[in-house]
């Protein structure tokens, strides 16, 4: 008798299959699709390719994963009437309560009673829906690929002779068998390769071997490249052979000569070569400008990876040391090794390094410059490529102060000058957050401020010769406080910050007592004197006192707390600074020809007879750069104008061989169009099809000339005006 865990186990399998149904379903779809694109015919080819995608979408699905506990979590969703108690029948029942053995029982009779209600847990939907797809896809591709098979068996016609007298087309040679052989460089580790196509594409360097058999032998058999230079075939048994380094790309032709020393030439075929790429690497894991603190771990890891399509086979990383500055730095190259050596050989290769800073004697201040280079093995000359160069510099944290000793050069210009247009800037951000940042913020800012400018005022008073923060000396200074005693209590609470110019109190000062000249005053450099001891001449010497007073007001007013006031100031600073900065360049007065005076009583009096004149009328025509071509296009249209059946097959030979050599460096651009000249050459254009023939290689000549080159009426006076308007359309088109 069933019972409702025998219904769990039936929609169980029933799972189970509906899923390995969709994995044959999708697997026959994708086994499709791979007939239809690589044309399999082995029939155990065709059986790998469906077994492999059975086990790949087996892997998908995972049929196996289908239990009786997801069958009944199933049944809960999907089946009401299972009340939610389907997972009772397969939990333990030993641990149930009373109440859930009658549940058990209860759901599973529900079960067997109503098992054909019962529906299955996945359906069919997406496997058949894959195997369309795959058909329809398959199918597309495969018409795609006819397509391309007829364009290719187009360009692959058999190899056939014709000479450019028509007498001679009986007598023309039959071809028993035609086969060219593709042996790839040793490096490459690439098979050689057996066609029937004499349209070659190899890689450069490869050795073409062309085959060729005739009913009849030849007097001689000539392979003629488009630069003119021609090979000669050697004579093996029945058959022509020649074997041919690949250099560059081009257009080649056959050319047989027959006992009556006839030729016979067949049409053009390309050649491509194709340039070994050269080998990609690139540094991974780490930026390009790296600065390394004094407490930092002094360890560089990065990885590099490298690429190439025929193997790669060596690595370095090239480093440069630089220490010292100046004209004392010093450079040190060293190559170094991956951690672990590069596989030769391999064409993808991830390497790792570290770089221990300590071991390459560097100290604070020191750089480092590395990149990483990589070879393949292309014989016989590597090709080469590097990484771009990644810096490393160790941050010097020591502090250089300008000093002056004794004999040592000075230098005039010190970098404080920058200074004061910092200050600046921080009064006018200061000014913007007043009232959006609370009083004591802005007061504390506008002190330090003021500090800044004190601290810079005392900087400049270095070169002054001031030796005290107040600018003056010491014996001045117990003068002004003897001055002082004098006067009342009562003190100006400004006087320490401001600079005044004028005072009521002037008449009370004490004359100065007179000197008596000194007279090795012109001969010695006083340096008790600030006035004596400074840096500058006398003129710098005012412009920096004035910058220096200037400096006192905008102390003054940040000092209190009024930024605003000061700006004017620290700008007049400034501007007396840059001046200061340009006193010191040197300019030089241009110097032109001074011509002599004219004497006014021989002027306009000369005798101009006997001076010829030293311009010559140069008449030079200019030499044209494609005069077949052009030649050609205009032939072209005479054919057609006066209905020509005969005509010179010269000049389209001429015309090809200019244009092959147009198309060295794009040979399948014009390939068409040389095929066409090749068969006006040989006159093996029906007759009905001469005039389209014509007009399809004016129009393709007049697009492959440079644009220098196009023909326009002006070139060409015995044109009229209708040939004119057809060219012009010829080139627009």
Partial sequence: MKSGIDILNKVTLKWRLVYLANAVLLASGLTLLILFIIELKHLGLISLAFISSLALFILIYRPWKINTQRSSRWLDVSFGMAQNSSFLLVSDSGDSSVIAKVQRKRISEILVANEEHIG??????????????????????????????????????????????????????????????????????????????????????????????????????????????????????????????????????????????KQYETELFQIIALPDKEPEVAIEKLDRFTILEIDDPWKLQFTSKMLDDYGLDSTAIVATVSKGSGEAVKFREERMTFDKPLKTGSKSQTLTKSIDIAKLDMTPGDELYFYVEVFDNKRPKSNRNRTETYFVSIRDTTKIEFSLEGALGVDLMPEYFRSQRQIIIDTEKLVKQHGKISKNDFDFTSNELGFDQKALRLKYGQFMGEEFESGITESESEEVEADHDHEHDDKDPLAEYSHAHDSDNEHNLVPEEEKEEDPLHDFKHDHD????????????????????????????????????????????????IKEIKNHARIYVHRIG??????????????DIKEVQSGTNKIVSEEEKNYPAIEKAIFYSEQIIKESLREYDSEVFKNAGNELAALAIDQPGRHFATLQLLQQLNLKQVEPESLYSALKKVQSELSKALPVENVLNGQNHASEDDLTRVYLNHLTKS
């Fill in 593 to 606: 020809f001074d011509p002599p005076p004219i004497k006014e009583d021989k002027r306009l009096s000369g």
């Fill in 529 to 576: 004197d600030p006035e004596e001891a400074t840096l500058f001449t006398s003129s710098i010497r005012g412009k920096l006192r004035a910058a220096m007073n200037e400096m006192w007001d905008a102390e003054l007013y940040l000092r209190l707390y009024q930024p605003e006031k000061s700006l004017p100031y620290q700008y007049k600073a400034l501007e007396l």
């Fill in 120 to 261: 299955w847990p996945a359906s069919l939907k997406n496997g058949l829906i894959g195997l369309l797809l795959f058909t329809i896809s398959g199918f597309l591709l495969s018409l795609i690929d006819i397509n391309s098979t007829d364009t290719v068996k187009q360009q692959k016609s058999d190899l056939a002779f014709a000479s450019s007298d028509s007498v001679f087309t009986d007598h023309v040679l039959s071809i028993t068998k035609q086969e060219v052989r593709i042996n790839y460089p040793n490096y490459t580790r690439l098979n050689s390769i057996t066609s029937e196509n004499f349209n070659i594409t190899a890689l450069e360097g490869s050795f073409i071997t062309w085959k060729v058999a005739f009913s009849e032998k030849p007097k001689s058999l000539l392979l003629e490249m488009n630069n003119g230079k021609q090979f000669s075939f050697k004579q093996n048994d029945d058959e022509y052979q020649l074997t041919s380094q690949l250099q560059a790309s081009g257009f080649y032709k056959l050319i047989y000569t027959d006992a009556n020393k």
